[in-house]
């Protein structure tokens, strides 16, 4: 019998423009429907750095050009344009995999916002990298003209950060619970989703920051009653010591191991840290749940149970 799987795709499989991204989603396309073929109910979810990066950029520009005209956009509304975007390549590459494979089945991208607290702790501590890399001089440039907050990332460069608020519930659940039943494969929670907070009323409003596509993924697939949350990244098993001599591969883990080894510090932060997060959380959240962290390639192998790192009680 089929899983209701919720796939959390990581950069790799989106590329980091425009040609790479239309490229990228053909071979995501295939593993997706990999999955779709053993019977599977499929939702997917998105990360959105360098897309949401370059959209701001370029509007960001466009108001410096002819301020009488355009006013500043914010963030989450660019959230909101990537997740068009990219929902728009994802459509219509795994509607022709689905086709090309003799599958009818229909393929929506739901404008998904995603509610966080207000009061949040990560809004007066804002970490979460978006956009390109830039120099020095070009970060300097940038926190003197628009008050950007900039980081060093990973001697890589420097990059802009926002706020990374926990995911705290679905606003458009229904519709896409909705969108399930009616044997769809949705993409949901694109970029982590809008991050959005309630006012007064039923009013909603966008907030400035960025979601981690994992935890929402992780919140997702625990309002939709999911069997499994894959989270897919550049790597086909958890390690710790990794990259060292004793590094150790893990095909299993519990969620008491998992948090002695986020404990000991084996998982980066921002990098392989909130995807365990996200699946300790999952795999806590109601008995027979489990979550899979692997390699884009291999989701259909480690659903099998053949790869991958699970993490289940």
Same mark, same amino acid.
């Given at each position: ?12 499989? =989106?590329? !980091?423009? +425009?040609? /790479? ?13 990999? %999955?779709? &073929? ?51 390549? =994802?459509? !219509?590459? +795994?509607? /022709? ?13 739901? %404008?998904? &916002? ?57 606003? /458009? ?141």
């Amino acid at each position: 019998m089929g899983k209701r799987i919720v796939i959390a795709l990581g950069g790799n499989a =989106l590329g !980091n423009n +425009l040609p /790479e991204q239309m490229i990228a989603v053909k071979q995501t396309a295939k593993a997706i429907v990999d %999955l779709i &073929q053993e019977g599977h109910e499929v939702v997917i979810a998105h990360g959105n750095g360098p897309q949401v990066g370059m959209i701001q950029k370029a509007m960001t520009e466009l108001t410096r050009s002819d301020p009488e005209k355009y006013i500043p956009c914010p963030l989450s509304v660019c959230v909101a344009m990537s997740q068009g975007y990219i929902g728009y390549d =994802l459509q !219509n590459a +795994l509607r /022709e995999e689905l086709l090309d494979r003799g599958i009818n089945k229909g393929v929506a991208t739901v %404008l998904t &916002q995603v509610e966080v607290d207000p009061e949040d702790k990560a809004f007066q501590n804002p970490t979460k990298p978006i956009g390109a890399f830039m120099t020095k001089e070009e970060a300097d440039k940038m926190v003197a003209e628009r008050g950007y907050n900039v980081i060093e990332d990973a001697g890589r460069g420097y990059r802009r950060v926002v706020a990374s608020p926990k995911p705290q519930s679905i606003i /458009e659940i229904q519709s896409i619970r909705d969108m399930v039943a009616a044997g769809l494969v949705v993409v949901a929670c694109g970029g982590g989703g809008i991050p959005v907070y309630k006012t007064e009323g039923h009013h909603l409003k966008g907030a400035a920051a960025v979601i981690d596509k994992d935890f929402a993924s992780c919140v997702l697939a625990q309002q939709l009653e999911a069997d499994t949350l894959i989270i897919l990244t550049a790597v086909e098993k958890v390690a710790i010591n990794f990259g060292k001599p004793d590094e150790k591969w893990l095909d299993e883990l519990t969620p008491d191991e998992a948090r002695k080894y986020m404990d000991e510090g084996h998982f980066a932060p921002g990098s392989m840290l909130p995807k365990v997060q996200a699946a300790v959380q999952f795999a806590e959240s109601a008995p027979g749940r489990s979550a899979l962290i692997t390699l884009l390639e291999k989701a259909k192998d480690g659903v099998a149970g053949k790869t991958g790192t699970a993490i289940h009680q």
